[in-house]
């Protein structure tokens, strides 16, 4: 039994009871047909775990007593969380114990997951389990915990371009995520590194591009002239890719958990699988490319021909027939302008469609794909450089990743924002300064620095403000080959995330010693799940990578650097 003070994230109000419900073998679940699949998800993980049958509670005409009870009401008294086309109070959820029983109420189905979440936190971490292992009792302690989101979008964008993770270890994240309330999963399916899903019309994509024929160990090492010295090779191809009943099951299963799945399809920029496949998506058909090797930003980019462009639609109709998501990610970072500016053949095209420069081209290209994707009734969302250009459709939604200045211009513009500033949310970041930190990248980001995350930039009026529906970390997989190093990098990072963006500064000023608490008692919880997650005496030995070099800079550098490539769209 655990006390409702030591849930994660922190609730808005969690009021004790006197006494205790015991999950035993009478204990029975009852569930409206709104909450039917988080009853079956109850009923799998208790089953699983406590060994206990949790029968349903309507039995033929019988209904039996001692029931735990899951149901959707438009009860007023709920807490409202923020606004969202599905309700203020879809996510808000009110879990009551009792000695006699459990009632979960939510908003929608989301808020009775929710509170179904803060439930099996209250139970003994031995839950976690998928088999049996803890012998009980099984004890809530009686309370009342009444709680709703801060954001609307608590996401984690997972990378499975560079270093493909398998549909289950995807569905293994998903649980992670679900359990933490995370309820996005940024798919980021494309890149220079491999193409991971199939599409029907263009099966060069996953016969050529969802593979490498090896890969960069590390970063590439600059000397004290800043002149790079090659990194190593592995010698070893790396490959995968997700059918599209891969993917169907994987939304699916994500649907079960509350968590949406947002695809991703990189454009105009890290486009190499993609010309590995396709040459005559380039600037340079005549010269082709493999799928890219190395890690960093590749100058290789697609051409702005419209059959290119159709290509990139006819991809996004498989895709938005695939993801029921109201958000279709178009890519748009880091895209190198040196190919177009060389090209006489993309200069006359920019010409002939009336285009001042490059950056013109770019929002060109990204302005036809968001159209595209916004004929179908979804929004396009891309990285902060579709600001760039100026030219950018309003319902066109912004990820602000180089700092929150993306944010503040796209909330100024009134575009949707949602942050993932690198400085706060890059899960890719080492954790600690320690020298045995596994192949350091850029800045240091610890647990408390993740903790105090805040989406939302400063200087904004209430109603750019409103434009920020929330945040999400980045886990970017250069130097992230296997799922022991994934959970490395999430965790517990993503507990921090996950209160940055549940609980927030609703729940009063936020307290790192106090969260540290929390945290301590939760670790009980990851270790159950399996997750192993970086302790905080830093990597054991199996977790380090000596002799492997890293990138790492330090805040100011990167700041200053952050600052410079954001100034083209600082207002
Ligand atoms: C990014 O980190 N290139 C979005």
Same mark, same amino acid.
């Given at each position: ?54 029968? /349903? ?169 800043? =002149? ?22 994987? =939304? ?56 290119? =462009? ?122 600690? /300064? ?45 130097? =992230? ?75 100011? /550098? ?14």
């Amino acid at each position: 039994m655990v006390d409702s003070d030591m849930l994660i994230p922190r609730p808005r109000r969690a009021v004790p009871g006197t006494g205790a419900f015991e999950i035993t073998p009478s204990t029975r679940i009852a569930a409206d047909a709104a909450s039917e699949s988080v009853r079956l998800y109850l009923q799998q993980t208790l089953r699983a775990s406590t060994g206990q049958p949790v029968r /349903d509670a309507v039995d033929g005409a019988t209904v039996h007593a001692g029931a735990i009870s899951l149901r959707v009401s438009d009860d007023p008294s709920l807490p409202a969380g923020p606004p969202s086309p599905e309700g203020e109070r879809a996510e808000s959820f009110r879990l009551t114990v009792t000695t006699d029983g459990v009632d979960v109420v939510g908003g929608s189905a989301a808020g009775v997951f929710y509170g179904v979440q803060a439930l099996l936190q209250l139970l003994p971490a031995d839950v976690y389990r998928s088999g049996r292992v803890g012998t009980g009792p099984w004890s809530l302690p009686a309370t009342v915990v009444e709680d709703a989101p801060a954001f609307a979008w608590r996401g984690v964008m997972l990378d499975v371009a560079r270093h493909f993770r398998t549909k289950h270890e995807v569905m293994r994240v998903v649980d992670q995520l679900a359990a933490h309330r995370i309820n996005r999963l940024h798919f980021h399916l494309t890149e220079d590194q491999g193409w991971r899903i199939e599409i029907r019309k263009y099966p060069r994509l996953t016969e050529v591009g969802s593979w490498r024929r090896e890969s960069q160990v590390g970063a590439h090492v600059p000397d004290a002239d800043g =002149v790079l010295h090659p990194a190593a090779f592995d010698g070893r191809p790396h490959g995968g890719y997700y059918t599209q009943d891969d993917i169907r099951e994987i =939304v699916a299963y994500a649907a079960d958990r509350f968590v949406t799945v947002v695809p991703e399809i990189e454009t105009p920029g890290h486009v190499r699988a993609a010309l590995a496949a396709y040459p005559s998506l380039g600037v340079h058909p005549e010269t082709p490319v493999e799928v890219w090797t190395e890690w960093g930003i590749a100058d290789d980019v697609l051409n702005a021909d419209d059959s290119t =462009v159709d290509f990139f639609k006819d991809v996004l109709d498989e895709v938005i027939a695939l993801f029921p998501s109201r958000y279709i990610g178009i890519g748009g970072d880091e895209c190198p302008k040196v190919q177009w500016v060389e090209d006489p053949r993309t200069q006359e095209r920019m010409r002939s469609l009336g285009l001042e420069d490059e950056e013109q081209l770019q929002a060109w290209i990204i302005g036809q794909l968001a159209a595209h994707v916004a004929s179908h009734g979804r929004r396009a969302f891309g990285w902060d450089e579709i600001l760039e250009g100026g030219t950018l459709d309003p319902s066109a939604t912004i990820v602000s990743w180089r700092g929150l200045t993306g944010a503040r211009t796209a909330a100024k513009r009134g575009h949707d924002v949602i942050s993932s500033p690198d400085d706060q949310a890059y899960l890719d970041y080492r954790q600690s /300064d320690l020298a045995t930190e596994p192949i350091p990248v850029s800045i240091v980001l610890t647990v408390d620095d993740v903790f105090a995350f805040d989406p939302v930039p400063s200087g904004l009026t209430e109603s750019e403000r409103a434009h920020v529906i929330g945040g999400q970390g980045n886990m970017w997989t250069e130097h =992230v080959d296997t799922a022991r190093k994934l959970d490395y990098q999430l965790f517990p990072r993503v507990a921090a995330l996950a209160e940055a963006l549940w609980s927030a500064d609703v729940t009063g000023p936020r307290d790192v010693a106090e969260f540290r608490g929390r945290l301590a008692e939760h670790t009980a919880r990851l270790e159950a799940m399996g997750i192993e997650y970086r302790h905080e005496a830093g990597p054991f030995p199996w977790e380090q990578r000596p002799g492997v070099p890293g990138r790492p800079h330090s805040r100011e /550098d990167r700041a200053a650097y952050i600052d410079a490539i954001t100034a083209n769209i600082a207002e």
